[in-house]
């Protein structure tokens, strides 16, 4: 039996074998203890297999509040092989951070710290729509996210430290209301707390709106859509970490208030995370710390300390200067310690001279108040501004500060352009965007240009946020935006002077900022005391070269308006400054930054009224989706193939269609294509292109907007008499005319002559000048049945009520006739002269009529929508000056053969709708009256009426209208 068991399960045979007797009730449990079974679970000795035991977790739990908002620390059930795991929760958002660090020496002279965040689309209830379903590399989201915890966290590593670690954050579930970074942060503070990696935290990290004036503690990603301040702050128990501030032009003295409220805040993170550690921590492990020896560094100390500070306490050397004579002294240094065989100093020789170079310049700033290239504390490196340098693009320009330059170029976009964000939480596109680059050559060396980097990302974003506060809202410019930085040179704050550039090369694309923006980086030098580890006393740096970046304690990235601050970030390298020095710092920003946009403002103040030839331009023009549909062609091809031949961008909406062009030309080119393909609304007085198609002795037809016709009559192709119409024109010939609007057989009436210039008589006095026609009303009325059957099997029953808004006075849409169409006319007409036989007029009506369904929708005069020529139509204007030639008296038998248009008949009221009246004309004819504003209502059954044929319905119906009495 024992052999069985053996076999099954050989843990057993690591353990005595008494204690695998089913009455000790013995088991195993996920830590490796032993533990009782309970008394219901089955023991060996009743079963011939072996059943699977319970497994218990063993877990620990810290919850607490935090502006309003329950929050949970929880570690021991997930990722349990792990240094240090914690899930941190708060409302139905989970985030999972572990830790993990090499267990090797460590030979290298600085901390390899890596930090991952992740988030998967799972965590959303989502797959990936990628084509692999997977998520790919990292977004950039998720690399500020990774920036965002790294950066508060590596200050409190020990001096010395360089073993490998890693942290990786990943979101396991998100309901949307809860922005994951900031719990990612905490949990990896928690995290490193629970391992046994040595690290000086715990900290805490909230998150600060401002919502009508009131400050929110952990708002919600619907309170942070309304919230003109967005501030992450990051701090110890007393000492300042990390601040990351977007804003919308908030004072510094609101900003402070937003600060000194936030420290408590995040405070209140640090006791849980202890009371954690204590329940489930690890004991902190002894790592071997690559530390210098006291002997080895004052020998080293003592060879260079005079050369560096000849070297650094001049300001006539420049940035490469400095770095070659550093070069020199450090190879002197190498060949004396090579001569003695010293190779514990040749190991540590680069870190120990930049630590003497770090203590001269840092004593003589302190003690002296004079910086490395000679400026004074306060002072702001030389300004050199040039806007528009670039004038094929849309918008460009040159900021230089000191030796730093950049180039920033905007370019404008399609709404459709916008950039596809797949987050988690926050808006699913952005239409502005920044995109910063640090070449090689910018510090003048060589390297290989990859994908995204961290450091790119992050200082592109950082402007980003600092431009965006001052952007026209979406509403008043639609344009998607892109500006790009280049990095020219380098030598401190290249993402500041981002901000200048991009700010006027926004203003010189004709954007309409409210302000102009600057911003500076200011550093801290301080002195510690070392037996406390105080801060004894401290300089503030106003606009700080590389090198004092390099040296100093801070980097304290500002910028703003003239009203107040858009974006901030703050970045430190000893462990936490005091909030009352970060507080300090921000009066010398404010005056540096008035003295950079004093400069930015003398550049260019206004934006900038462009030349067509470069300038941009964006039109939106509505239509039914039926026809964007015609547009965009099978699987997109047509809209592609428009935007390849152009170089325009066509975006398409519900009944919307954008298109963005270089400039007008390419526009007008884009335009004539879509009114090619679709047409555009046709209005009186619209110029439109066209082409020939057929000449015709009284005039030619024109094909333009989308494939309608016109005519243009010969009396309309110039101001001077035209005897031949193909004398002026001819088939294929291209025209651009104008709508002048419709003759009495329903054809566009389109002219030439209204193009041109009028001619002037020897008195200098225009003549001939046309005339457009003005806005004609005509009353139309809806189509009823025919009356003559279906109304008298109805009786006096009304029909339903049509609302009024159908009923109101419009122009029809104008009938598009060809030229067979008119040809065939031609040929009706000539046969109803030749014969006394009324069915031609009859058919000549037919013809002429225009859909009633347009005629119902209610269209103006002035925004006509063209429709092609339907079977069942209306006249749409019927000239009053008909001769009154045609007149018949109430004794003429009457039928539909007989009546003319403009012939005036007496009828007697058949029938009394609500909106007007149904007339028999005799001999079984009937017609119908519309009641008109203002006119007599009060008809009855069998009045007699003289009346006037003004139309004929969608079924040859007469559509009739009350003669006046001389």
Same mark, same amino acid.
């Given at each position: 039996?024992?052999?069985?068991?053996?076999?099954?399960?050989?843990?057993?045979?690591?353990?005595?074998?008494?204690?695998?007797?089913?009455?000790?009730?013995?088991?195993?449990?996920?830590?490796?203890?032993?533990?009782?079974?309970?008394?219901?679970?089955?023991? &060996?000795?009743?079963?011939?297999?072996?059943?699977?035991? =319970?497994?218990?977790?063993?877990?620990?739990?810290?919850?607490?509040?935090?502006?309003?908002?329950?929050?949970?620390?929880?570690?021991?059930?997930?990722?349990?092989?792990?240094?240090?795991?914690?899930?941190?929760?708060?409302?139905?958002?989970?985030?999972?951070?572990?830790?993990?660090? +090499? !267990?090797?020496?460590?030979?290298?002279?600085? &901390?390899?710290?890596?930090?991952?965040?992740?988030?998967?689309?799972?965590?959303?209830?989502?797959?990936?729509?990628?084509?692999?379903?997977?998520?790919?590399?990292?977004?950039?989201?998720?690399?500020?996210?990774?920036?965002?915890?790294?950066?508060?966290?590596?200050?409190?590593?020990?001096?010395?430290?360089?073993?490998?670690?890693?942290?990786?954050?990943?979101?396991?579930?998100?309901?949307?209301?809860?922005?994951?970074?900031?719990?990612?942060?905490?949990?990896? +503070?928690?995290?490193?707390?629970?391992?046994?990696?040595?690290?000086?935290?715990?900290?805490?990290?909230?998150?600060?709106?401002?919502?009508?004036?009131?400050?929110?503690?952990?708002?919600?990603?619907?309170?942070?859509?309304?919230?003109?301040?967005?501030?992450?702050?990051?701090?110890?128990?007393?000492?300042?970490?990390?601040?990351?501030?977007?804003?919308?032009?908030?004072?510094?003295?609101?900003?402070?208030?937003?600060?000194?409220?936030?420290?408590?805040?995040?405070?209140?993170? %640090?006791?849980?995370?202890?009371?954690?550690?204590?329940?489930?921590?690890?004991? @902190?492990?002894?790592?071997?710390?690559?530390?210098?020896?006291?002997?080895?560094?004052?020998?080293?100390?003592?060879?260079?300390?005079?050369?560096?500070?000849?070297?650094?306490?001049?300001?006539?050397?420049?940035?490469?200067?400095?770095?070659?004579?550093?070069?020199?002294?450090?190879?002197?240094?190498?060949?004396?310690?090579?001569?003695?065989?010293?190779?514990?100093?040749?190991?540590?020789?680069?870190?120990?001279?930049?630590?003497?170079?770090?203590?001269?310049?840092?004593?003589?700033?302190?003690?002296?108040?004079?910086?490395?290239?000679?400026?004074?504390?306060?002072?702001?490196?030389?300004?050199?501004?040039?806007?528009?340098?670039?004038? #094929?693009?849309?918008?460009?320009?040159?900021?230089?500060?000191?030796?730093?330059?950049?180039?920033?170029?905007?370019?404008?976009?399609?709404?459709?352009?916008?950039?596809?964000?797949?987050?988690? #939480?926050?808006?699913?596109?952005?239409?502005?965007?920044?995109?910063?680059?640090?070449?090689?050559?910018?510090?003048?060396?060589?390297?290989?240009?990859?994908?995204?980097?961290?450091?790119?990302?992050?200082?592109?974003?950082?402007?980003?946020?600092?431009?965006?506060?001052?952007?026209?809202?979406?509403?008043?410019? *639609?344009?998607?935006?892109?500006?790009?930085?280049?990095?020219?040179?380098?030598?401190?704050?290249?993402?500041?002077?981002?901000?200048?550039?991009?700010?006027?090369?926004?203003?010189?694309?004709?954007?309409?900022?409210?302000?102009?923006?600057?911003?500076?980086?200011?550093?801290?030098?301080?002195?510690?005391?070392?037996?406390?580890?105080? $801060?004894?006393?401290?300089?503030? &740096?106003?606009?700080?070269?590389?090198?004092?970046?390099?040296?100093?304690?801070?980097?304290?990235?500002?910028?703003?308006?003239?009203?107040?601050?858009?974006?901030?970030?703050?970045?430190?390298?000893?462990?936490?400054?005091? %909030?009352?020095?970060?507080?300090?710092?921000?009066?010398?920003?404010?005056?540096?930054?008035?003295?950079?946009?004093?400069?930015?403002?003398?550049?260019?103040?206004?934006?900038?009224?462009?030349?067509?030839?470069?300038?941009?331009?964006?039109?939106?023009?509505?239509?039914?989706?039926?026809?964007?549909?015609? %547009?965009?062609?099978?699987?997109?091809?047509?809209?592609?193939? $428009?935007?390849?031949?152009?170089?325009?961008?066509?975006?398409?909406?519900?009944?919307?269609?954008?298109?963005?062009?270089?400039?007008?030309?390419?526009?007008? !080119?884009? &335009?004539?294509?879509?009114?090619?393909?679709?047409?555009?609304?046709?209005?009186?007085?619209?110029?439109?292109?066209?082409?020939?198609?057929?000449?015709?002795?009284?005039?030619?037809?024109?094909?333009?907007?989308?494939?309608?016709?016109?005519?243009?009559?010969?009396?309309?192709?110039?101001?001077?008499?035209?005897?031949?119409?193909?004398?002026?024109?001819?088939?294929?010939?291209?025209?651009?005319?104008?709508?002048?609007?419709?003759?009495?057989?329903?054809?566009?009436?389109?002219?030439?002559?209204?193009?041109? *210039?009028?001619?002037?008589?020897?008195?200098?006095?225009?003549?001939?000048?046309?005339?457009?026609?003005?806005?004609?009303?005509?009353?139309?009325?809806?189509?009823?049945?025919?009356?003559?059957?279906?109304?008298? !099997?109805?009786?006096?029953?009304?029909?339903?009520?049509?609302?009024?808004?159908?009923?109101?006075?419009?122009?029809?849409?104008?009938?598009?006739?060809?030229?067979?169409?008119?040809?065939?006319?031609?040929?009706?007409?000539?046969?109803?002269?030749?014969?006394?036989?009324?069915?031609?007029?009859?058919?000549?009506?037919?013809?002429?009529?225009?859909?009633?369904?347009?005629?119902?929708?209610?269209?103006?005069?002035?925004?006509?929508?063209?429709?092609?020529?339907?079977?069942?139509?209306?006249?749409?204007?019927?000239?009053?000056?008909?001769?009154?030639?045609?007149?018949?008296?109430?004794?003429?038998?009457?039928?539909?053969? =007989?009546?003319?248009?403009?012939? @005036?008949?007496?009828?007697?009221?058949?029938?009394?709708?609500?909106?007007?009246?149904?007339?028999?004309?005799?001999?079984?004819?009937?017609?119908?009256?519309?009641?008109?504003?203002?006119?007599?209502?009060?008809?009855?059954?069998?009045?007699?009426?003289?009346?006037?044929?003004?139309?004929?319905?969608?079924?040859?119906?007469?559509?009739?209208?009350?003669? @006046?009495?001389?």
């Amino acid at each position: 039996m024992a052999s069985v068991r053996n076999k099954v399960n050989p843990l057993l045979c690591n353990i005595p074998y008494v204690l695998t007797w089913p009455r000790f009730g013995f088991r195993t449990i996920c830590s490796g203890r032993l533990g009782f079974a309970s008394s219901t679970s089955p023991s &060996l000795a009743d079963t011939d297999t072996p059943v699977a035991g =319970k497994k218990f977790l063993e877990t620990f739990t810290e919850e607490f509040e935090i502006g309003s908002r329950k929050i949970s620390l929880e570690t021991g059930k997930i990722a349990r092989f792990a240094n240090g795991s914690v899930i941190l929760a708060m409302e139905e958002t989970k985030v999972l951070s572990t830790v993990a660090s +090499s !267990k090797g020496d460590a030979v290298r002279d600085f &901390l390899p710290l890596t930090v991952d965040y992740q988030e998967k689309q799972f965590a959303q209830g989502v797959i990936p729509t990628t084509y692999m379903r997977r998520e790919g590399a990292p977004k950039e989201r998720e690399l500020l996210c990774g920036r965002l915890i790294d950066r508060p966290i590596r200050p409190l590593f020990p001096s010395g430290f360089y073993h490998e670690v890693q942290i990786m954050a990943s979101v396991l579930s998100s309901d949307g209301k809860q922005d994951p970074d900031i719990m990612a942060a905490n949990a990896s +503070s928690a995290a490193l707390m629970l391992s046994d990696i040595p690290w000086g935290g715990p900290i805490g990290v909230i998150r600060i709106g401002r919502i009508s004036g009131q400050f929110v503690v952990n708002p919600s990603m619907d309170e942070l859509s309304i919230s003109d301040l967005n501030l992450v702050y990051a701090c110890t128990r007393d000492k300042t970490l990390m601040i990351d501030v977007q804003a919308r032009e908030i004072s510094e003295k609101d900003l402070e208030a937003a600060l000194r409220l936030a420290h408590p805040e995040a405070v209140k993170y %640090l006791d849980p995370q202890i009371r954690l550690a204590a329940k489930a921590g690890k004991q @902190k492990k002894e790592y071997k710390l690559s530390m210098v020896s006291e002997k080895t560094f004052e020998k080293i100390q003592n060879l260079a300390k005079e050369p560096i500070e000849a070297v650094f306490t001049d300001p006539t050397y420049g940035k490469f200067e400095r770095g070659e004579a550093l070069e020199k002294i450090t190879q002197d240094v190498k060949r004396v310690l090579e001569e003695e065989g010293d190779d514990e100093g040749l190991k540590i020789l680069p870190k120990t001279v930049d630590t003497v170079r770090k203590q001269v310049v840092r004593r003589r700033i302190i003690s002296e108040g004079v910086r490395v290239d000679g400026r004074r504390l306060d002072e702001v490196r030389p300004l050199y501004c040039e806007a528009g340098n670039l004038p #094929v693009l849309h918008g460009s320009a040159v900021f230089s500060r000191g030796d730093t330059q950049v180039l920033c170029t905007v370019t404008l976009g399609a709404p459709g352009d916008a950039q596809r964000l797949d987050s988690l #939480v926050g808006p699913s596109s952005k239409r502005f965007m920044l995109h910063y680059s640090f070449p090689p050559f910018c510090t003048n060396e060589v390297g290989k240009r990859t994908g995204l980097n961290r450091r790119e990302v992050g200082h592109g974003t950082l402007a980003e946020k600092a431009l965006l506060a001052v952007l026209p809202p979406e509403d008043d410019f *639609p344009y998607a935006v892109r500006i790009n930085s280049e990095v020219m040179a380098s030598d401190g704050s290249t993402s500041m002077a981002t901000v200048c550039g991009g700010s006027m090369a926004l203003m010189d694309a004709g954007i309409p900022l409210r302000e102009h923006v600057a911003g500076l980086s200011v550093g801290l030098i301080t002195e510690v005391d070392r037996s406390t580890g105080e $801060i004894k006393d401290y300089r503030i &740096l106003t606009d700080i070269l590389g090198l004092e970046d390099h040296l100093g304690d801070m980097d304290f990235k500002i910028a703003g308006t003239r009203n107040g601050i858009t974006a901030i970030q703050l970045d430190i390298k000893p462990a936490g400054i005091p %909030l009352d020095i970060i507080c300090e710092s921000l009066h010398p920003a404010l005056k540096g930054r008035l003295q950079i946009l004093e400069h930015m403002e003398h550049e260019i103040s206004a934006p900038r009224i462009q030349d067509d030839r470069y300038s941009p331009r964006l039109v939106t023009l509505k239509y039914s989706n039926e026809a964007l549909r015609r %547009l965009i062609g099978p699987v997109g091809a047509l809209r592609r193939k $428009i935007e390849d031949e152009s170089g325009a961008r066509i975006s398409v909406g519900d009944g919307t269609l954008t298109i963005v062009a270089k400039n007008q030309s390419v526009m007008e !080119k884009v &335009l004539e294509k879509v009114d090619f393909i679709i047409g555009r609304e046709i209005e009186i007085g619209g110029v439109y292109k066209g082409s020939v198609v057929s000449v015709k002795e009284y005039g030619a037809f024109v094909e333009f907007n989308g494939g309608q016709q016109g005519l243009l009559h010969i009396s309309e192709l110039s101001h001077e008499p035209v005897s031949r119409v193909s004398d002026v024109v001819s088939v294929g010939q291209q025209l651009s005319l104008m709508c002048i609007g419709q003759d009495v057989r329903g054809n566009i009436k389109l002219s030439l002559k209204a193009t041109q *210039p009028s001619p002037k008589s020897k008195t200098g006095i225009s003549i001939d000048e046309p005339v457009l026609p003005t806005k004609q009303e005509v009353n139309v009325w809806t189509a009823i049945e025919d009356v003559s059957n279906e109304q008298e !099997k109805q009786g006096s029953t009304a029909g339903p009520e049509t609302n009024d808004s159908r009923l109101k006075s419009a122009t029809p849409a104008v009938l598009i006739r060809s030229a067979a169409e008119c040809d065939e006319e031609e040929k009706s007409g000539s046969l109803n002269s030749k014969g006394d036989n009324g069915s031609q007029s009859a058919s000549k009506y037919d013809k002429t009529r225009i859909s009633s369904s347009l005629s119902e929708s209610g269209f103006s005069s002035r925004n006509v929508k063209m429709s092609k020529r339907g079977n069942d139509a209306i006249l749409d204007l019927i000239s009053d000056d008909e001769s009154d030639k045609d007149d018949a008296t109430s004794g003429t038998p009457m039928s539909a053969n =007989k009546l003319k248009l403009g012939m @005036k008949v007496t009828a007697k009221v058949h029938q009394i709708r609500a909106l007007g009246l149904v007339l028999d004309l005799g001999g079984g004819l009937r017609g119908m009256y519309r009641f008109e504003s203002g006119a007599k209502r009060d008809f009855e059954v069998g009045d007699e009426l003289r009346v006037k044929c003004s139309s004929f319905s969608t079924k040859g119906i007469p559509v009739l209208s009350l003669v @006046k009495e001389e």
